[in-house]
């Protein structure tokens, strides 16, 4: 099973990332004080465990999740590599609408992370807000298949 194993947010583009606990998913804000929450196709990014430590491992690092400046942290599942996969996370249901594209700034925190993430969808996924609710760390995290 998938677990939600980190959440967090950042005040405004290139601040620190804000570790939380919990927090509130909105449909036209997503994630509740990030500063990217409005851009539809990017109003939550979702970094999967086992991508991101492929990704380290082939760098030779060990890297906080917050590197990547994501806002959750999936553990348990590997990123889902097609558009429109519905993903529930406790009450909230988000859609994937692309891969999360790593930009320089990931060779700024560590040299060659752009690159390594650009494989396989390391870099993990954007997603727009089906359904707004609340999450916390330990929520299970699911695929809704169509049938």
Known sequence: MATLI???KTSKLLAKMEELTEARIEIDSG???DARGTKRRRQISILFEDD???????LGADLNWLTRRANLYVSGMRAPQEPGTRITIGN??????????????????HQ???????????????????????IKIGNDVKILSDS
Do not use: F, H, Y
């Open 6 to 8: 980190g959440i967090a």
């Open 31 to 33: 994630l509740q004080g």
């Open 52 to 58: 991101w430590k492929d990704a380290c491992n082939e």
């Open 92 to 109: 909230v249901e988000l859609v994937v609408r692309v891969e999360t594209e790593p930009c320089d700034l990931m060779d700024k925190q």
């Open 112 to 134: 060659g992370l752009r690159a390594t993430l650009e494989n396989d969808w390391r870099g993990g996924v954007c997603c727009s807000v089906q359904k707004a609710g609340n």
